[in-house]
C-alpha cells in the first residue's frame, strides 16, 4: 500500500530533553496504526508533529507525498482539511455556550464553499454519519453524554472531508459501554470512507480492536511494531 502518510526519523527537543528519536511510521489510507505506550513517552508530542502543530528539530512528515514539515502556516492552511484530529475530551473540545449545530457549520465555512441550503444539509449528514439524532444539533454540550460529544468531535472532524484522522486517546474519557459503540462507529467510517487513521492511546486493548497494526513508543522511541488479522 501506497503511505498516506510517511513519518521519518523525527525528532522533537525540548531544552536538553530529547522527547522523540528518530520515529519513523507510515499510514496507509484505508488503515489504522495504533500508537501505544505509557503517560509521558511521546504519543501526543507525535500526534501534535504530524498535525503540524509543531515543527521537528529533525526528520520529514510527508502526507500525500506533501512534505508538511517545511511548509509555512499559510501553505499548510489548505491541507489542513485533510488531516484532522479528534481529542480526548469530548467536552472540552467543543465550545459550552454554541449550538451543536454552529460548532459543525464552523468547519463547513471554513473549508468551504458555505450555502443556505446546503450547509444545513450536510449538518444534519454528519450528524447522522456518526449515528446521532439531528435533532441533538439543537442542543449545547452540556446537554449530551460523553459518548455523543465524542461522536460530534468526531462529526466535526470529517466536515471537511479528510483522508487521515488523528485521533488522541479518544476513547479514554468513556465508560466501557460506550468505548465500544466509538470504537465500532470509527471501523464503520473507515469502510464507508476509506479515511487512514492514527490511532494513539495506553490502552493496548483499545488499540487491539481498532487497529491493523500498533507501533510501542517508549521514552521517544519506537520499541515494537506488530500486526494482526481481524482487528
Known sequence: MNALLDVRDLVVRRGARTVLDGVSF????GETVGLVGPSGCGKSTTAAAVLGLLRPDAGTVRFAGIELTKLRERELRPLRRRFQPVFQDPYGSLSPRRRIREQLAEPLRLHGPWSATEGPARIVELLE?????PALGERLPHELSGGQCQRVGIARALAGGPDLLVLDEPTSALDPTVRAGV???LMDLQDDLGIGMLFISHDTATVRHLCHRVLGLRGGRLTAEGRWDGA
Open 26 to 29: 507510515t499510514v496507509a489510507a
Open 183 to 185: 470504537l465500532n462507529l
Open 129 to 133: 454519519l456518526v449515528g446521532l439524532d
